[in-house]
C-alpha cells in the first residue's frame, strides 16, 4: 500500500485516492468483523486427535471455516507486510498490550503499524498453529478491522 506523507506536497485529492484505495481493499474483510466481534474471548478451533492417531502422534489445532476464510482473504490483499518484524522491532511491541495501545493511537500516518500487527498474525499463522486463534480470542483482529474502518471513515467524510 501506499505510504501516506503529509506536508506541503500532500493534496486533498492525493489523500483521497489513497483512502479509496484502501477503503477499496479494506471493506471486504469488513464482512467477517462480526463473527470476529461475536467471538472474541473464545476459543476458535480444537485439537484433532482422532481416527488413527496415536498417544505419540502431535495433535494439530481445526479452525472454524469463517476464520480461515477471513485469513485467506486477507492474505490476499496488499495489507500483508511480509517485514511485520520490523514493524514490532522499531515501534518495541512485545505484548498484546502494546499491540492494543498502539493500534487504538494509529492515524492515517501508522497505517503501516496496522499493517504489521494485522499480517502477524495472518502470515506467521501458516507457521505457529495457535496464533489464529489468539488473534480472535485476544481481540486483535477486531481491533485492527475497526481502526482501519474508522480511519478511512474520517477521511472520507472529511475529503467531501
Given at each position: 500500500?501506499?505510504?501516506?506523507?503529509?506536508g506541503?506536497?500532500?493534496?486533498?485529492?492525493?489523500?483521497?485516492?489513497?483512502?479509496?484505495?484502501?477503503?477499496?481493499?479494506?471493506?471486504?474483510?469488513?464482512?467477517?468483523?462480526?463473527?470476529?466481534?461475536?467471538?472474541?474471548?473464545?476459543?476458535?478451533?480444537?485439537?484433532?486427535?482422532?481416527?488413527?492417531?496415536?498417544?505419540?502422534?502431535?495433535?494439530?489445532?481445526?479452525y472454524?471455516?469463517?476464520?480461515?476464510?477471513?485469513v485467506k482473504?486477507?492474505?490476499?490483499?496488499?495489507?500483508?507486510?511480509?517485514?511485520?518484524?520490523?514493524?514490532?522491532?522499531?515501534?518495541?511491541?512485545?505484548?498484546?498490550?502494546?499491540?492494543?495501545?498502539?493500534?487504538?493511537?494509529?492515524?492515517?500516518?501508522?497505517?503501516?503499524?496496522?499493517?504489521?500487527?494485522?499480517?502477524?498474525?495472518?502470515?506467521?499463522?501458516?507457521?505457529?498453529?495457535?496464533?489464529?486463534?489468539?488473534?480472535?480470542?485476544?481481540?486483535?483482529?477486531?481491533?485492527?478491522?475497526?481502526?482501519?474502518?474508522?480511519?478511512?471513515?474520517?477521511?472520507?467524510?472529511?475529503?467531501?
Amino acid at each position: 500500500m501506499k505510504k501516506v506523507k503529509y506536508g506541503m506536497e500532500q493534496n486533498r485529492e492525493n489523500r483521497q485516492q489513497v483512502i479509496q484505495e484502501y477503503k477499496a481493499v479494506v471493506e471486504p474483510l469488513l464482512r467477517y468483523l462480526p463473527w470476529l466481534e461475536k467471538n472474541a474471548g473464545r476459543g476458535v478451533s480444537y485439537n484433532y486427535q482422532g481416527q488413527g492417531l496415536s498417544k505419540s502422534s502431535i495433535s494439530f489445532p481445526v479452525y472454524d471455516g469463517t476464520l480461515l476464510n477471513f485469513v485467506k482473504e486477507a492474505e490476499a490483499t496488499p495489507l500483508m507486510n511480509r517485514n511485520y518484524a520490523y514493524v514490532y522491532t522499531r515501534n518495541r511491541i512485545r505484548n498484546h498490550e502494546d499491540e492494543r495501545r498502539l493500534i487504538a493511537a494509529a492515524q492515517l500516518t501508522e497505517w503501516d503499524i496496522l499493517e504489521g500487527i494485522l499480517s502477524k498474525y495472518v502470515l506467521e499463522g501458516r507457521r505457529k498453529a495457535n496464533l489464529w486463534g489468539e488473534a480472535v480470542r485476544e481481540s486483535i483482529f477486531v481491533l485492527v478491522l475497526r481502526k482501519m474502518r474508522q480511519i478511512i471513515e474520517y477521511w472520507d467524510r472529511a475529503g467531501k
